[in-house]
């Protein structure tokens, strides 16, 4: 069983060096969420196990509105020397701050409750923080990346090739309840697009699909959380459908290292699928998958549980743009989910 820091530093081994960093400063926005912290830890270890120091090593920046709340995500690193924290808040003027080379806008709500209860915010972080942040980026920097999804695709299930490639859409009402997140990702988009053809700056988007592993909020009524809640309890999986609802699931390991290979060898105003298609199937296969890995706790309630369903699935997103640029996930689904329920298990006895 691996701890989290471990699979870290295993994941930076494998990386290989990139001297593009060395010496550089990372921005990343959002540093108080899965894949900010998580990026941020990273690279922060990437200085460690490459022995980076003073000038060649790698500046990151976590930004978070209040970092005294986000700073127990760190401990291995709240004195490191190469970390700084940075209140702040993307909706606002920009003024203050120093330029930077690298910039990772990944401030923005996931959880479909926050979309519903907050949907002025969603859109805000996503418009008024996208463009606060690239208009900063237009005086000078290597590399923008914009944190999108795959949910820009539309309103999964209907139609099996949304998604596919970067290219195929479906539609979505801009009225329907969490419509505000798919829009304001949308819009996001565009504006990175509009400036990187207007101003020139090296802005590229990476559309996330599902991501879950260690670390993730488990509060936020999404399937891959709420499962895993579920297993910590002893319980099989409840499922608040009818389990045929399609998601795509990536393990944060994966996208971490998807969305650093769009920021380093993406081009202008382009989209890149971060997904693994491996990894797409309906929300009762995936409630059923965690019932065999773990079918030596004699979960609870599995006799609820629908009737189980084919895994193969013909909607997926397709990486192959990103896949001809050198990324490709992985991570074995079920090493993923062992290792995140072992994560939250060890997270309880520390408490």
């Not at 709500?109 to 805000?124: G, K, M, Y």
């Not at 419509?179 to 400036?195: D, N, Q, S, W």
């Not at 990103?322 to 074995?332: D, E, N």
């Amino acid at each position: 069983m691996r701890s989290f820091e471990k699979q870290i530093r295993e994941t930076v081994k494998s990386w290989g060096l990139h001297p593009e960093l060395h010496g550089r400063s990372v921005l990343i926005t959002g540093a108080g969420g899965h894949l900010g912290s998580t990026l941020s830890k990273f690279l922060l270890a990437y200085n460690e196990m490459n022995d980076l120091k003073n000038e060649s090593s790698i500046k990151v920046i976590s930004a978070a509105r209040d970092c005294t709340r986000i700073q127990h995500l760190y401990t291995t690193f709240l004195n490191d020397p190469n970390h700084t924290f940075l209140d702040f808040e993307v909706t606002s003027s920009l003024e203050n701050l120093q330029n930077v080379d690298y910039i990772i806008h990944a401030a923005s709500p996931s959880s479909p409750v926050f979309h519903q209860l907050n949907p002025i915010e969603t859109l805000d972080a996503n418009i008024i923080g996208t463009r606060n942040l690239l208009e900063f980026a237009a005086k000078g920097c290597h590399s923008f990346l914009y944190i999108s999804s795959t949910g820009v695709y539309g309103k999964p299930g209907t139609a099996a090739n949304a998604g596919s490639n970067e290219s195929a859409f479906e539609g979505i009402s801009p009225t329907e309840v969490g419509a505000c997140y798919i829009e304001a990702k949308r819009a996001g988009e565009a504006l990175c697009v509009a400036y990187a053809r207007q101003k020139s700056v090296p802005a590229k988007i990476a559309r996330l699909s599902h991501v879950f592993g260690p670390g993730m909020n488990l509060d936020t009524k999404m399937a891959q959380a709420d499962f895993v809640s579920d297993i910590l309890k002893g319980d099989a999986p409840k499922l608040n459908g009818d389990g045929k609802a399609v998601r795509s699931f990536l393990y944060i390991m994966d996208a971490v290292l998807g969305c650093l290979h769009v920021l380093l060898h993406g081009k202008p105003a382009e989209a890149y699928n971060v997904a693994d298609p491996s990894n797409s199937m309906t929300i009762g296969a995936f409630a059923h998958q965690l019932v065999e890995i773990f079918s030596d706790r004699n979960l609870k309630g599995i006799d609820s549980l629908p009737q189980k369903q084919n895994l193969d699935c013909q909607k997926y997103y397709g990486i192959e743009k990103l896949a001809s640029l050198g990324w490709k996930p992985q991570t074995i689904f079920r090493d993923a989910v062992v290792d995140t329920v072992h994560y939250y298990e060890n997270q309880s006895k520390v408490d």
